[in-house]
Structure formats: structure tokens, C-alpha cells
């Protein structure tokens, strides 16, 4: 039996409004938040979203959006800036627009700012899609100091991006429906490429690079509901924020099915209503961190 891979979200000011116990609920269990974007904007909500996600429990790290028009030592420092708390993920440079510049300048700002904060941070991750980072020049430099969250919708599996053996974080969707966001299709949804218990230990392993210590997990607030009762099924699922709350009677009518397939669909499950191995086990790895 796979274990699922450890799901998340990515923000900024489009997601003004956020309740952030309810991401992690859903099953959100880390969020990528916008902080800065070129040399002089700050986003509106990064000081809110940064400190309630932590609060939540949510494992979160910043990004940054790279303007290549502007001086790239710059926008480090002012991204820097903003960081007194450092999160328990990378900062993220994220890559995805040329502004007119040649892209082997692009290039250039990249690492300029890559060196920067990562002697401030540890090393950093790089968010791009293969459509802009492919035509790039190809700059072993960068790749090695740097791990790949990469954007690819809609696909099965990620397109590869020049340089990269694998990717640590995949964005695949950028309309996604999240508990605790308001309004339908509005979210990026993302994988770290691994389990929650991995996804732990390569936080801890940015925190020490930090100094620091690794987030503790937190125990369980309730009794495991028993997940093969109807009962139980229906208790995890208002664990996890259901909306509407589903009745708990212990009756598997249509109601309970329809809010089983949702929790399906998120975990990338089959769709067919029945609590079966696979989806108990997801079940229980949400439910370890609420």
C-alpha cells in the first residue's frame, strides 16, 4: 500500500481571507506564502498569512517573485527583509516571467539572488514551470544550489525542467477548492514529493541548516475515531472540517458517501465512496496532524 504524498497550497493576496485551521482540516498540511516581488512590494496579507499558518500548525515557507528588470541583489535584500521568521520550508525565488529581458541575464538575477539568500536561509527552492525554464540557459550552478518546485497542471506526472533529477514540490492544479478559502476554483494545490514523515524531516533538515529545531508534530487533540465503522468515518470526516457537518448516526446514506469520494479526490484516491485500506490509511495520516 503507497502512502499518500503529503498535500499543500500555495497564497498570496488573491487569498485574502483565510482560516487556516480549516486548511489544515482539509488536509493541507504546508503552505507556500507570497512575501515580496521585485524590489518594493510587499504583499498585503504576507504578515497575517504568516502568522496564523503558524499558529495552525501548517508548515510554511516564503516566496519571493522575480522580476528580472530589477536588480536582483536588491529584490534579495528586500525579500530578506521581511523574514525575521524564516518558516519551516525554504524560501522560494519564484521564476516565471522575462519582462524582456535576455534570458541569459534571467539567468544571471537568478543566481545572483539564489546566493544571497541562501547564505542567510540554507539553501533555496526554485518555482517555475518547464515551459519558461526549459528555453533558459542551462546553469549547473543554479541547480545545485537549489531544489525544483515545479508548476505542471493537469498532468499525471510533472514535465521535467532542464537540470533537475527530480522535484520536491509540484504544483499541479491552480484551480482548486480548499476548506477554509472562500470561493470555488481559486487555489493552487501542491505534493511534496514525499510522505508527511518526510516532509518533516526535510523541515527539520532546513531548520538545522538554520540552527534551529524541527517543528514538533503535534498529538492528536481526540480519540482515533474508528475508521472501519460508518460511525467513525463520518467523526474523521467533521474532524477534517466536512461542510455542511455530516450527522453522526452511523448511516452510510448519501450524504456520508458524496463527502468519503470528496476526501477521495483530494487524496488522489479512486472515487467510489468505500472506506476501504487505501483510504482509511489516508484518513489517518490527516488526522495525525489535526
Given at each position: 500500500?503507497?502512502?499518500?504524498?503529503?498535500?499543500?497550497?500555495?497564497?498570496?493576496?488573491?487569498?485574502?481571507?483565510?482560516?487556516?485551521?480549516?486548511?489544515?482540516?482539509?488536509?493541507?498540511?504546508?503552505?507556500?506564502?507570497?512575501a515580496?516581488?521585485?524590489?518594493?512590494?510587499?504583499?498585503?496579507?504576507?504578515?497575517?498569512?504568516?502568522?496564523?499558518?503558524?499558529?495552525?500548525?501548517?508548515?510554511?515557507?516564503?516566496?519571493?517573485?522575480?522580476?528580472?528588470?530589477?536588480?536582483?541583489?536588491?529584490?534579495?535584500?528586500?525579500?530578506?527583509?521581511?523574514?525575521?521568521?524564516?518558516?519551516?520550508?525554504?524560501?522560494?525565488?519564484?521564476?516565471?516571467?522575462?519582462?524582456?529581458?535576455?534570458?541569459?541575464?534571467?539567468?544571471?538575477?537568478?543566481?545572483?539572488?539564489?546566493?544571497?539568500?541562501?547564505?542567510?536561509?540554507?539553501?533555496?527552492l526554485?518555482?517555475?514551470?518547464p515551459?519558461?525554464?526549459?528555453?533558459?540557459?542551462t546553469?549547473?550552478?543554479?541547480?545545485s544550489?537549489?531544489?525544483?518546485?515545479?508548476?505542471?497542471?493537469?498532468?499525471?506526472?510533472?514535465?521535467?525542467?532542464?537540470?533537475?533529477?527530480?522535484?520536491?514540490?509540484?504544483?499541479?492544479?491552480?484551480?482548486?477548492?480548499?476548506?477554509?478559502?472562500?470561493?470555488?476554483?481559486?487555489?493552487?494545490?501542491?505534493?511534496?514529493?514525499?510522505?508527511?514523515?518526510?516532509?518533516?524531516?526535510?523541515?527539520?533538515?532546513?531548520l538545522?541548516?538554520?540552527?534551529?529545531?524541527?517543528?514538533?508534530?503535534?498529538?492528536?487533540?481526540?480519540?482515533?475515531?474508528?475508521?472501519?465503522?460508518?460511525?467513525?468515518?463520518?467523526?474523521?470526516?467533521?474532524?477534517l472540517?466536512?461542510?455542511?457537518?455530516?450527522?453522526?448516526?452511523?448511516?452510510?446514506?448519501?450524504?456520508?458517501?458524496?463527502?468519503?469520494?470528496?476526501?477521495?479526490?483530494?487524496?488522489?484516491?479512486?472515487?467510489?465512496?468505500?472506506?476501504?485500506?487505501?483510504?482509511?490509511?489516508?484518513?489517518?495520516?490527516?488526522?495525525?496532524?489535526?
Amino acid at each position: 500500500m503507497t502512502t499518500p504524498l503529503a498535500e499543500g497550497i500555495d497564497v498570496s493576496a488573491y487569498q485574502p481571507t483565510v482560516d487556516w485551521n480549516k486548511v489544515l482540516g482539509g488536509g493541507a498540511l504546508f503552505a507556500f506564502i507570497k512575501a515580496t516581488e521585485g524590489t518594493g512590494l510587499i504583499d498585503k496579507f504576507f504578515v497575517d498569512h504568516w502568522a496564523k499558518a503558524k499558529a495552525s500548525g501548517i508548515l510554511r515557507g516564503a516566496y519571493h517573485f522575480f522580476r528580472p528588470a530589477q536588480d536582483a541583489a536588491a529584490q534579495a535584500h528586500h525579500f530578506l527583509d521581511q523574514l525575521f521568521d524564516p518558516g519551516e520550508l525554504p524560501p522560494v525565488l519564484d521564476v516565471e516571467v522575462a519582462d524582456n529581458i535576455p534570458l541569459a541575464r534571467i539567468q544571471d538575477g537568478v543566481n545572483a539572488f539564489i546566493d544571497i539568500v541562501a547564505a542567510s536561509l540554507a539553501r533555496p527552492l526554485i518555482y517555475t514551470s518547464p515551459g519558461f525554464w526549459n528555453p533558459l540557459p542551462t546553469r549547473t550552478d543554479i541547480v545545485s544550489k537549489t531544489d525544483l518546485w515545479v508548476a505542471n497542471w493537469l498532468v499525471h506526472a510533472p514535465m521535467a525542467c532542464k537540470g533537475y533529477a527530480s522535484w520536491t514540490f509540484w504544483q499541479y492544479a491552480n484551480a482548486a477548492t480548499v476548506p477554509g478559502i472562500p470561493g470555488a476554483l481559486n487555489v493552487d494545490a501542491n505534493r511534496f514529493n514525499g510522505t508527511l514523515a518526510e516532509l518533516h524531516a526535510y523541515s527539520a533538515a532546513y531548520l538545522s541548516a538554520l540552527g534551529g529545531a524541527a517543528p514538533p508534530v503535534p498529538p492528536p487533540t481526540h480519540p482515533p475515531p474508528d475508521l472501519t465503522t460508518t460511525l467513525g468515518v463520518q467523526q474523521a470526516l467533521n474532524l477534517l472540517g466536512q461542510a455542511p457537518p455530516l450527522k453522526e448516526d452511523g448511516v452510510r446514506g448519501p450524504k456520508t458517501i458524496a463527502a468519503i469520494e470528496i476526501f477521495q479526490k483530494k487524496a488522489g484516491l479512486v472515487q467510489d465512496g468505500v472506506v476501504g485500506p487505501k483510504t482509511q490509511a489516508a484518513l489517518r495520516a490527516v488526522l495525525s496532524v489535526v
